[in-house]
Every structure is written in C-alpha cells, then in structure tokens.
C-alpha cells in the first residue's frame, strides 16, 4: 500500500537558509513562537514520562526549554544530549542551563540530526518538539532511522508535530497554500505523524490529537522494540 506521506507538501528551503534565519531568530523565538509551543511540548514532555538515571536526547532544542526540563528530571547521574542545526539557538540554551546550575548534565551539539555523532543503543529516550515537520518529506523517514539506531532496545520517542490527520480542516488548508507561497516565512508543514513512526518500525504506545491555535497537532510516543 502506498504511503501517505506522498500527499504531504515538501520543504522549499535549504538546510543553509533554515540555519542562518534559526540564527538570525534565536534570540526573539521566545516572544513569537514560544508561547504558542509552549503548552504542547510540555505536554509532550509529560507523556514521555524521562527517569532520574536516564540518558536523553532532544532533537531540535531550539532555546533550550525543554531540554532544561530534561536535565532537571534526569538529576545528577543522567545526561541529557541536544542536536540542533543553529549555532545561535545553541547560544541561547546553553546560557539558559548554564544560569540554571545545569549545564554539567547536558551536552549541546551543532549538527545536522539526519546524521547524529552518537554511537548506536545509546539514549532511553529521544524527544521532538515541533522539530520533526521541519525536515524535508524524503528526509523523514532517514531522521526516524537515525533515532532507531541511537535508542536502545524498548527506548521511547516523544514527538509533538502539526498533523496533516485532519485533511478536511480549513484552517490546515489555508495554512498549507501559505507555506507554498511564502516558504521563507512558513518553514514547517503538517504531517503524518502517528503514520511515520508506524511506517519506521516503531511500535505506537500513547497517541494524542491536539489542537494548535485552531490547527491539528499530535502527540505520539512510541518506542523501538527489543
């Protein structure tokens, strides 16, 4: 059967061009895009349910919130890991934790996660937070490889991610017919996100609809089997 994610619409700018405005952003992310995050990605980060102990990766940190949250919940004999393509978000969370007293439990890496430098089985859990629809339609099921190949066996991947689920919703119309005109501007796009982890191998333990200022969402956790 053909998958669906041939229907989802594609990423129109460079790896080059999302890195310098991520830059170019990360110091106001907060004032237009983290209220409006905030809600749902703590909620994703609830349902991923992280261990004292645990070693834990964040694709995506962005400015550090969620990775802040990870490290406190990991405590002193954890780690958690964060990959990002901004050098500038990278600035921006490492003083975030450096001012928490938590900078010791994290390691920050400036990459590219379709390619991540961290040996195989290595994390309990991955967590993305409105990061995974930012990767080119091809290039998702690579980043979902790439996080199977970083978990250990029976590791949990939290993701939060507008949903293409709801084909049917104006309002996902609409914003669709925007990221085509005005990619620069509109990076992200719906996707499926329950279908992509099914269609990587992951078996689905907790699925969620949300509903992002009127726009379908999802939560999934799901974990890599044994």
């Not at 895009?33 to 004292?52: H, Q």
């Not at 969620?208 to 009127?214: I, Q, R, T, Y």
Request: aromatic letters at 10%; proline letters at 3%; hydrophobic letters at 35%.
């Amino acid at each position: 059967m053909k998958s669906k994610n041939h229907n989802v619409l594609r990423v129109y700018r460079t790896k080059a061009q999302a890195k310098e405005s991520y830059d170019k952003i990360s110091r106001f992310y907060d004032y237009f895009a983290g209220a409006f995050e905030k809600k749902y990605r703590n909620m994703a980060l609830e349902r991923c349910n992280i261990k004292r102990g645990e070693i834990v990766l964040e694709i995506g940190f962005g400015t550090g919130h969620c990775l802040k949250q990870m490290a406190q919940s990991v405590g002193e004999n954890g780690k958690a890991y964060g990959i990002d393509i901004s050098s500038g978000m990278l600035e921006v969370s490492k003083q975030r934790l450096e001012e928490a007293g938590l900078l010791d439990r994290v390691e920050l890496q400036c990459e590219d996660a379709l390619k991540m430098p961290y040996k195989d089985n290595k994390f309990d859990a991955v967590f993305m937070s409105f990061a995974l629809e930012l990767f080119d339609t091809p290039e998702i099921p690579k980043v979902l490889a790439e996080i199977k190949r970083v978990l250990k066996p029976n590791g949990r991947l939290a993701v939060v991610s507008m949903s293409k689920e709801d084909e049917d919703s104006i309002l996902l119309r609409l914003y669709e017919w925007t990221h085509k005109r005005f990619p620069q501007y509109v990076d992200c796009r719906p996707i499926y996100v329950k279908q992509s982890m099914k269609d990587a191998g992951f078996g689905i333990a907790h699925r969620e609809k949300v509903k992002l200022f009127g726009l379908p969402g999802e939560i999934v956790i799901c974990v890599k089997s044994s």
